[in-house]
């Protein structure tokens, strides 16, 4: 997606949101919040992203019979040129994450993909002309594992065979708060934790000069560790998430980042899906329930639940139903003329100016982590 943008300006974006949940998320978590309170921050990233258009219309090749869309960004490009007519077949949003900012509804989406009621009405909520809840998606390899399959990975990944064992994960770059959380579980004295850093080579040192015992870098085998575990400890709603549900897996969200990793936290919980643990004191209780009592065994059956249905049906159904593109949202007032409209434009020049001061903040006065030689 980063390749797109000219003159670098994608791995520029790239790396300020790097920076800016690593160093900043503070930052990062005032900004999302000013995106999803402001009513123009769909039409202004859309006025930004049009010189790119052209590049996103380029590599529609001719036999393409539906476009899907797994990144806000990319819907924000694809709606407008599907709205116009410059894109003659349906562009269908399908949406990662259970809480939805208004980046990932756009004028011109013929169909959006909901992982959960609560979901789908956040999406009608921002404009969404039709929104389906389907089921989730994530790799062949992950699924409930056998007993069996338990004892030989733990002794694996070399793991305590008869522990509670807390995975503790934070994405590939291993942001947030981990290292806290990493000793506020073993404080509890009621799990284990086991921590994926990823590609965070300074979290892994850290975590490892914290006498941490189980510690990995990059995971290539995650359905093998999460058959290993009892229950998710996360911190953003993400993919992961997504992966320990379909392995049978209860989750805990615990000090979620700022900006969507508080939006998914809301939004999960709300849905029954995760248990988002608030305070401290209430994690050791939360773990040894999500492991052994009866909520932990509710989110285990409706985490497997998301995953009874196949959303490549639905992508294959409207390919084949495939017709005008859908009725625009009525136009944002923020581009009419007038004060209000002129208050608009600044804000988002400003936005990006401050996004662009922070990433030089970031690439010259932090260290960037780099990948770890470890790997398992």
């Known amino acids: 997606m980063a390749d ?83 894109l003659d077949v349906p562009v269908i949003t399908y949406l990662t994450d259970f809480a939805v900012n208004p980046l ?20 009608r909520a921002l404009g969404g002309t039709e929104v389906r809840v389907v089921g989730r998606l994530v790799s062949a390899g992950f699924g409930p594992g056998t007993e069996q399959a338990r004892r030989h990975a733990r002794e694996r990944f070399g793991l305590p065979t008869d522990a509670r064992l807390a995975l503790l994960v934070a994405g590939s770059w291993g942001v947030g708060e981990v290292a806290t959380t990493a000793a506020e579980i073993a404080r509890t004295g009621t799990a284990v934790p086991v921590v994926v850093c990823g590609h965070n080579e300074a979290l892994y040192r850290r975590l490892r000069r914290q006498g941490q015992a189980h510690v990995f870098g990059w995971v290539d085998d995650m359905p093998a560790l999460l058959h290993a575990a009892d229950v998710l400890v996360e911190n953003a709603g993400g993919l992961t998430a997504l992966e320990a549900m379909a392995s049978g897996l209860p989750v805990a969200t615990y000090r979620p980042i700022p900006g969507h990793g508080r939006a998914n936290a809301v939004t999960m919980a709300e849905a029954g899906m995760v248990t988002w643990v608030r305070r401290a ?55 009419t003329r007038g004060r209000r409209g002129r208050r608009a434009r600044r804000a988002g020049v400003l936005v990006c100016l401050a996004v662009a001061a922070l990433n030089w903040y970031a690439h010259h006065h932090a260290q960037q982590p780099t990948a770890p030689g470890r790997r398992r």
């Open 4 to 86: 797109i943008f000219p003159y670098g300006l994608g791995k520029l974006l790239r790396g300020t949101y790097h920076g800016m949940l690593s160093r900043f998320p503070w930052i990062y978590g005032s900004l999302f919040a000013i995106g999803c309170g402001f009513a123009g921050a769909g039409p202004i990233t859309r006025a930004l992203l049009r010189p790119v258009r052209p590049q996103v219309r380029q590599l529609v090749g001719p036999d393409t019979r539906a476009v899907v869309s797994t990144y806000p960004i990319a819907t924000q490009l694809l709606g407008p040129l599907r709205r116009k007519g410059q």
């Open 104 to 123: 990932w509804v756009s004028p011109g989406v013929d169909v959006y993909c909901a992982a959960h009621p609560s979901t789908r009405d956040q999406a």
């Open 281 to 335: 004191d209430d994690l050791g209780p939360a773990l040894v329930e999500l492991t052994d009592g009866v909520r932990g065994q509710r989110q285990r059956e409706a985490g497997l639940a998301l995953f009874r249905s196949d959303p490549a049906e639905v992508v294959a159904e409207v390919a084949r139903g495939a017709a005008e593109p859908p009725v625009p949202l009525p136009k944002s007032s923020v581009f």
